[in-house]
């Protein structure tokens, strides 16, 4: 009954949207991701309501949180592998799921099996014709996709080792591969979960600053999931932090804020700068872990 | 020797040998390169196995063997892929023990089957083993089509069967339907090891299935590279050993997994001498360097 209600104020208010249709079309491609009065629960337990978000179109943002406060859970609204149980989203201008060929997405991963001798060129090539039915056909089509995949492994500076075997790279040469293989779909958001997890500090530093370099060269608006903000915050345009099953979204210095924090927590937190810019969230108390992506054995 | 070849192809039942033997072992590669990336080995061996139950509880009902080869590899292919699966690898766990169930009941029907028709040993032998030599030129035409059903259904699901298999996640968010592909493949799966297993027997079907296939992917990690010399190792393998087997007293099934076997042995120290030299000189050069 609820979320009836939710849908028709949300159909109505496109109404009035449509009576000025250059300028709601104007609006809809400024916002890469629109959520509205968003909540997402498992049963009766809500992982998080009433958030709102506008992404800009061409920005570079972080999701950030304590853990199972449900940031894939976020990437996959945005997806549309996960419904909303009320209000409503829009990706790309279109509803979410119906986007889904001009997203990237780049999910938590362990590593690929060592065993596994596909070669990273393949990896990646799978990006463009992993979806594709039937036997591929040499001719055009199989050079322009040879330098799709070519360039795409060029842009994260893997072409020294795409041909060896995927298994056999490293964390880092691996993570390169797959940003590679959701580039070659030429996307228009690029929806990353945890990338530098697992990585050593130079590596994390370096994929932060290629995923920008990706952002600002291609205007591709960046979604990443980050569980410490540190090594990507000097390339942020925005945050959204979650937590205590809501969100606050804006500029990291507007959002990591003792006030901010304090505030979407609902208990006193501290935000410290470090001599180095570091930022620290002290205090923030763990939610109990009753769901978590992170954690699934 | 050139006239003793043509000795060999002067007999119909060894012509349509090798003809059998060609479409089985194209098929058996082709299916296998996909089976061992998604690591469905076990399935792939539960598969084969089931197929005896299949054909001694056929015989027994006076029916053809053909009929219960595929009625029980495509019924137990359609439990194995229904079977609890996903991405992770808990529900690899669950699949595996599904999977032995299966192939635990399976061997046990066969058993009784076998005794309660009181038949001749000889059958038994040769649903476990095959019989390579009593094929008929009908039974290569069935062969055939069949054949050429599974490879053009494979193809037409390759790619996207691959992403499914080196990636699920990512596959199934640029909307692979991962898990109907995943059972679609299993189900083509116990197609061709029904059809193989009428020539092979039960026993050897899997040695075509895997080993040709697994030393192909020590060899290679290209895919239509891969499935090539897949093919390649599984028609000279099955060729070689039609032609010792009909100069000597012992079966064709004991050559070609011998043979098979071999190769696959010979692939993997080839790949650890070249491993190794690799790592040695990666070791070296920075010494070189300085």
């Known amino acids: ?297 | 020797m050139w006239s003793s070849l043509r000795d060999l192809f002067s007999y119909p039942f060894m012509v349509n040998a090798f003809r059998a033997g060609t479409i089985v072992a194209i098929v058996s590669a082709a299916m296998g390169w996909f089976m061992v990336l998604r690591r469905q080995s076990f399935a792939g061996h539960t598969l084969s196995l089931v197929g005896f139950p299949g054909a001694a509880g056929a015989i027994l009902l006076g029916l053809s063997s053909t009929l219960g080869y595929f009625a029980f590899c495509v019924g137990a292919a359609v439990i194995i892929g229904t079977a609890p699966r996903a991405a992770t690898r808990a529900s690899y766990r669950d699949e595996s023990a599904v999977i032995g169930s299966v192939q635990a009941m399976a061997l046990a029907m066969g058993f009784l089957f076998v005794s309660l028709y009181h038949g001749n040993l000889n059958g038994l032998t040769s649903l476990l083993f095959g019989s390579f030599l009593g094929i008929t030129s009908g039974q290569v035409v069935a062969l055939l089509v069949i054949a050429a059903g599974a490879l053009i259904a494979l193809g037409l699901i390759a790619r996207p069967v691959l992403f499914a298999s080196v990636d699920p996640e990512i596959a199934a968010a640029a909307g692979v339907p991962v898990r109907v592909l995943g059972i679609g493949f299993i189900v083509l799966l116990g197609v061709a090891v029904a059809e193989t297993s009428q020539i092979t027997g039960s026993l050897l079907v899997f040695a075509l299935l895997v080993l040709p296939p697994a030393t192909a992917h020590v060899i290679t990690g290209r895919p239509l590279l891969g499935i090539a010399i897949s093919v390649v190792i599984a028609l000279v393998v099955t060729w070689v050993s039609l032609v010792i087997a009909y100069y000597t007293p012992y079966p064709t099934g004991a050559f070609i997994t011998t043979l098979s076997f071999c190769t696959y042995v010979a692939a993997r120290a080839a790949r650890w001498a070249s491993d190794r030299s690799r790592s040695r000189g990666a070791a070296v050069a920075p010494e070189v360097a300085s």
């Open chain 1, 1 to 297: 009954m609820r979320s009836n209600q939710e849908t028709s104020g949300a159909s109505s208010r496109g109404d009035v949207h449509e009576g000025v249709p250059r300028a709601a079309a104007e609006q809809r491609r400024e916002n890469a991701v629109e959520l509205r009065e968003a909540e997402v629960r498992f049963g009766s337990r809500v992982l998080w309501s009433g958030v709102d978000l506008n992404l800009r179109a061409g920005s570079f943002a972080a999701v950030l949180g304590p853990n199972g406060v449900g940031k894939s859970t976020l990437l996959k609204v945005i997806l549309g592998l996960q419904p909303l149980s009320s209000g409503r989203v829009a990706v790309l201008g279109a509803a979410a799921g119906r986007a889904r060929g001009r997203i990237g997405y780049v999910p938590q991963r362990k590593s690929f099996d060592r065993s596994l001798r596909i070669r990273g060129l393949d990896v990646v090539r799978l990006g463009l014709e992993g979806s594709r039915w039937g036997i591929p056909v040499p001719g055009a089509r199989g050079r322009r996709v040879k330098n799709a995949v070519a360039e795409a492994v060029s842009v994260v500076g893997a072409a020294g080792y795409a041909a060896r075997p995927v298994g056999q790279l490293s964390g880092g040469e691996q993570q390169r591969l797959v940003v590679a293989q959701a580039l070659v779909r030429e996307p228009e958001l690029l929806l990353l979960d945890e990338p530098l997890d697992n990585l050593d500090l130079a590596n994390q530093g370096a994929i932060a600053a290629l995923v920008q370099r990706i952002c600002r060269e291609r205007g591709v608006t960046v979604i990443m999931v980050a569980h410490d903000v540190n090594p990507i915050l000097p390339y942020l345009d925005e945050v959204v932090y979650l937590a205590g099953h809501a969100a606050v979204a804006g500029t990291p210095r507007d959002v990591i804020t003792t006030e901010t924090l304090s505030m979407l927590y609902g208990a006193p937190v501290e935000v410290l700068r470090a001599s180095d810019g570091r930022l620290v969230v002290v205090g923030a108390p763990e939610p109990p872990a009753v769901h978590s992506d992170r954690h699934v054995p």
